[in-house]
């Protein structure tokens, strides 16, 4: 059965209007359902925000039903959305993508393509780069998303098959690690994943200059990570490990550098800040070397580069303690 539902979730950004129109032009069958959740925070946000966005859907309009989530993140929203699916599969679809031309009649043969041990197929994920320069830091990451296993950017999965495992874990509060979370506990089930055909088209959206120190953050999701799935979950989810392990050293040879002048040991406050200076430098590089390289940039490299480390660290061992403890999401069916 290739009937479906899409689930949207948002904070109603000025992407969505554009994720909807491009999904109401795909061609091929439509969607049984299209429920858009707005996780915009409080129990009653403005509902005329959403007015433009649903005006573009056109006959897909009376499919569509406005679900809220009061906030509590995309994992939280996505399981609000899949309550209200019953159709046999659905589709992620994040709010800042745009689906293409043939869309629709491409993840109908996905689907139908799908062996029944396959619980999930995940689209192709096109990220658009600047031709006439070099992309920037921001941009690099972003583009590191057509490369990502499970993303929920364009992901269809069974409805049962995530009923049977629960849905998604609510508490990755942001847009990360959820969607690996969910398909390692799939795969954990005995399912299969695999790559399909159709294709989903993923700008750069405009991002603050410090938008690479705001996601550290991430790290106290990875810290849930290891405590759910164990210390090789980078393995199994084919994610990239990152400097973890050079911030936490560059971090502590800085903060041993201050520490050890504050005691008067002249010396080896030297050496650790030179090791402190050198692992920063070398990071800022890393980062600066494959870019524009212009004022703005250099200097936001710069900057970022030396607060990063600590950053990451202070998340990183913030989210080992906070989920010490943390049992392991249980199947429904169990």
């Known amino acids: 059965m290739t009937d479906y539902a899409v689930v ?99 993840l109908a043969e996905d689907l139908a393509e799908a062996s029944p041990d396959t619980a999930g197929v995940q689209g192709v994920i096109a990220v658009p780069l600047p031709g006439e320069r070099r992309p920037t830091d921001w941009e690099r990451g972003t583009a590191g998303l057509a490369q990502a296993r499970w993303i929920t950017a364009d992901m269809a999965y069974r409805t049962d098959a995530l009923k049977y495992v629960g849905g998604f874990d609510e508490r990755f509060r942001r847009a990360f690690r959820e969607d690996a979370d969910l398909a390692l506990r799939v795969l954990d089930a005995g399912w299969r994943i695999r790559q399909g055909r159709r294709t989903t088209r993923h700008p750069v959206r405009p991002a603050s200059r410090w938008v690479s120190l705001h996601a550290q953050r991430g790290n106290a999701d990875d810290a849930l990570m290891r405590r759910l799935h164990g210390p090789d ?16 050293a560059v971090t502590a040879a800085g ?80």
Do not use: K
């Open 8 to 106: 949207i979730p948002t904070l109603v950004r000025d992407t969505l209007a554009d994720c909807l129109a491009a999904l109401a032009a795909a061609t091929g069958p439509r969607p049984e359902q299209i429920l858009v959740v707005d996780d915009r925070p409080g129990p009653a946000p403005d509902p005329a925000a959403l007015a433009h966005p649903l005006s573009v859907l056109g006959d897909l309009r009376e499919r569509t039903v406005v679900l809220h989530s009061g906030g509590r993140g995309p994992a939280a929203a996505r399981n609000t959305g899949l309550r209200g699916v019953t159709a046999p599969w659905v589709a992620f679809l994040d709010d800042d993508v745009q689906v293409g031309p043939h869309w629709c009649a491409q």
């Open 233 to 248: 979950w980078w393995e199994r989810a084919y994610a990239p490990r990152g400097r973890l392990r050079s911030h936490l």
């Open 255 to 334: 903060a041993a550098a201050c520490l050890l002048a504050a005691a008067g040991y002249r010396r080896p406050a030297a050496a650790c800040a030179a090791g402190w200076a050198v692992g920063t430098g070398e990071f800022a590089w890393a980062r600066i070397a494959p870019g524009p390289r212009t004022r703005e940039e250099v200097v936001t490299m710069l900057a970022t580069s030396a607060l990063i480390p600590p950053a990451a660290t202070w998340y990183w061992l913030g989210g080992r303690w906070r989920h010490r403890s943390a049992p392991a999401w249980p199947e429904v069916a169990s």
